[in-house]
Structures are given as C-alpha cells and as structure tokens.
C-alpha cells in the first residue's frame, strides 16, 4: 500500500521558481522501487502527465511544453519526489497530483513513459498551484 502526500502548491506570481514536494508512505516494497511521476489538471481540462523519474540513478521523461522549466528529482532514503518550476506562467495554474507506479525492472521511465504508458498505481490527491500574472 503507498499513500502520497503533495505539498508546496498556492498562490504565486509569474516568474521565479515553485518546489513541489511529494511524501510516499509505503508498506512493504521499498520506495526506492516505484517510479514517480507528476501529473496536473487544468481548470476545464483532463489531467496530464507532465514528468517522470526512475528509481535508480535517475532517468527523466519530460512532455515536451515543461522541457527545459521542470525538474523531477528524487530522495529515496526521504522517499520523496520533487517537482521544480522555473519561469512560472500563468498556464501553469493547476492541481499537481504525484503517482507512483511499481517498477520492478526500472524500465518504466524509458520504456512505458517514453510511449505514452502513463498508466499510474497510487495517487495523492493533489496541491493546487495557482499563478497569477
């Protein structure tokens, strides 16, 4: 069982640098065995992937609108993930939500990810991140 617990989401301006913060609660297998990822929904819009990261020594998958603003960053021995901002934009105004997904091999990241696979086993429930221009 893993529970998720996001934090660092509220109000801010446009520009400067927001840290997401995500807490996994986890029985029985390691966190150091799932593969993170964040998500965020719009208002009115579906829910997209926005990063991932491994659990080994990190690889990263990124959509391509967060390329180069973003940075997913992990701490398994905190068994927490991270999401870094830069250059807030008001587009960016969202739920951020953390998920994790069992990773046994390590493959999901540049395997299913780099797919389109962002099929997710746990959630959090989110932390909203609203910016204001």
């Known amino acids: 069982q893993v529970q998720l617990v996001e934090s660092g989401g509220g109000l801010v301006q446009a520009g400067g640098s927001l840290r997401l913060s995500c807490v996994a609660s986890i029985s029985g297998r390691a966190f150091g065995r799932y593969a993170m990822a964040w998500f965020r929904q719009a208002p009115g819009k579906e829910r997209e992937f926005v990063a991932g990261?491994?659990?080994?020594?990190?690889?990263?998958y990124y959509v391509d609108p967060v390329k180069g603003r973003f940075t997913i960053s992990r701490d398994n021995a905190e068994n927490t993930v991270y999401l870094e901002i830069n250059s807030r934009k008001p587009e960016d105004t969202a739920v951020y939500y953390c998920a994790a997904r069992s990773d046994p091999d390590g493959t999901v990241v540049r395997g299913a990810f780099s797919f389109g696979d962002y099929g997710m086993d746990y959630w959090g429930k989110g932390t909203l991140v609203t910016v204001s221009s």
């Open positions: 990261i491994s659990w080994s020594v990190p690889n990263t």
